[in-house]
């Protein structure tokens, strides 16, 4: 059985939220996997106990540091060992869970899962996000959605390896399209580091078709788009942001692309971003994440651990960064 | 009479559809400006005919040299004096006309301007595209929206206090709210060149109101939203590809609220994006502008032009300056 492990005090609405993402999760997928509430033990317990629940699908570890979100990521590993966010990936380092997941300090997360589960390559330095984005055509990966900044043109070539085996082994794309968020198609435009990039991924095995523009992202151009954490978690918020102002303006609109829209578009249900490039499924959960997005977080992060998404990307960046 | 010099072989649909738009804008405000294109003389003239135009509110100045969207910015004003784009610039300097729209090169539009009008102010390093974007509340000011790369901490100020001109000057906003734009709302969280600006904006005299994400910049958190020209070239071409498939998926809905939407989010209406920080008006109008941008861009440059928005901006951005 698999094993999720969830930190009850990640997010902006914990620990209700995370409660109640966690009982509907198990509910709806019944013998398929449990979940370990990684959190202050009577308040969680409580928690469930409030919401009806007293199956053994949930169990609860005590874990009571409270984390903030401005905390500095690698402080958190150190100084709070018995927060639930450090508690979740300190379970699945003993293989007590397949995978953990948290809405909490994003960062502090990436930084605990590198220390406590390691790179899946010593080669790749600098891990990032992979996040599955809506588009006009089908979802696209967006890597890095979040985790750095002040990239070298090598590590944008690493975010667009794993960003490509990411899309390959998750959304089933076969030589996914790999493009470089840029401000123009051309070669020499954009920052250096951009132009830098381009000479290096026009020379990779990767299926390069060059730069697209912020239009081409939405159109769906591109299967993997590729480009620093900073401009990556801009474009990932923009998104969102769009599907809540057309939500508050129009509602979910009754036609078939309406509901399709509502469906692609809404963050809630993709299931939190992966991070790519460790030994272990570490997902990062919205920060706003309600029982919804919970719910679905867990969810991935079942489908996830079970199809080894994470091992099956660190073992062809592996290979990729060897040859 | 105020006199607009019109780029007619500017953007992707030229000449046609810039000859369209100048025949639209001045026969709907009749007496108030007069368009000069300057393009192939016998090419323009032909196609004015064509959509049996034979007022005298345009005239025509032969300029057969066509810029490519790839020549670089600097060479083009060298190598293509004769060019519709230069020759617009050159017909601004001598007093002929008081502003020049380009649908083309923006970087050589951005050059041109630079090189023939000059900057309002020596400390003015790397005068940045303004552009007013639409969001959820009113409009805001987008600067870069693309003209610069790689930008310094100081320079980004400087788009800061152009923007935040702009705004004042263009929008009417009193003490316009000023914001980066960043992947969290900590001063210590992004790039180190934006947290670098985010110490320099706080003893600035501004009113810095701190980070905006991608979601707070939909939203309309801000009136003006600095960033890289990079990023903000990003941001404004996702902005157009929301509502471009928005208008794919659903058209114009017909509601207050869908008028309203369709009306403000177009980015044909928008009339394209000031030069900031010249002694006089350039605008870049969009590459891919129809009939309907290149009326709206004429319509903004006059108006521009006759409340010297750029020359406000101008002398405000010198006393900033120095002070």
């Known amino acids: 059985m698999i094993r999720i492990a969830l930190d ?7 620990p209700d939220m995370v409660i109640d993402g966690a009982v ?22 409580e928690g469930l106990k409030k919401l009806g629940y007293n199956g053994d699908a949930i169990s609860v570890v005590d874990a009571p540091d409270f984390v903030a979100m401005d905390e500095h990521p690698t402080e958190v590993l150190r100084k709070k060992p018995n927060s639930g966010l450090v508690t979740c990936v300190g379970l699945q380092k003993k293989g007590l869970v397949q995978a953990s997941v948290s809405a909490g300090n994003s960062g502090a997360m990436m930084a605990s899962c590198l220390m406590l589960l390691g790179r899946s390559s010593e080669n790749f330095a600098r891990p990032p996000i992979g996040c599955a984005i809506p588009t006009g055509k089908n979802r696209a990966v967006l890597v890095d ?26 959304l089933g794309y076969e030589k996914p399209k790999v493009a470089l968020l840029n401000m123009g198609e051309e070669e020499k435009k954009g920052p250096a580091v ?3 990039a381009y000479q290096l991924l026009k020379n990779s095995s990767l299926n390069f078709i060059g730069n697209v523009e912020g239009r081409d992202l939405i159109a769906g151009e591109a299967d993997v788009v590729v480009c620093s954490g900073y401009t990556g978690n801009v474009v990932l918020k923009m ?3 769009f599907y809540e102002l057309h939500q508050e303006l129009f509602g979910t609109i009754d036609t078939p692309a309406g509901h399709r829209f509502a469906q692609m578009w809404d963050y809630r249900s993709t299931g939190g971003a992966l991070l790519l490039g460790l030994n272990g499924t570490g997902i990062i959960a919205h920060g706003r994440s309600d029982a919804k997005a919970i719910e ?11 199809s080894k998404v994470a091992e099956k990307v660190g073992q062809k960046l592996a290979e990729y960064k060897q040859s």
């Not at 709806?28 to 969680?44: D, I, M, R, S």
């Not at 959605?145 to 998750?170: P, Q, T």
């Not at 679905?296 to 079970?306: F, H, P």
């Open 8 to 14: 009850a005090l990640g997010g902006d609405y914990a």
């Open 239 to 241: 998104l969102e942001g």
């Open 296 to 306: 679905q977080a867990v969810i991935a992060a079942y489908q996830y651990a079970e």
């Open 145 to 170: 959605a979040g985790a750095n900044v002040d990239e070298k043109a090598s590590v944008l070539v690493d975010f667009a390896i794993a960003g490509s085996v990411f899309a390959e082994c998750y």
């Open 24 to 45: 509907r999760a198990v509910k709806a997928n019944e013998g398929k996997f449990q979940v370990v509430l990684c959190g202050p033990k009577t308040e969680v317990e």
């Open 194 to 196: 951009i132009q830098e």
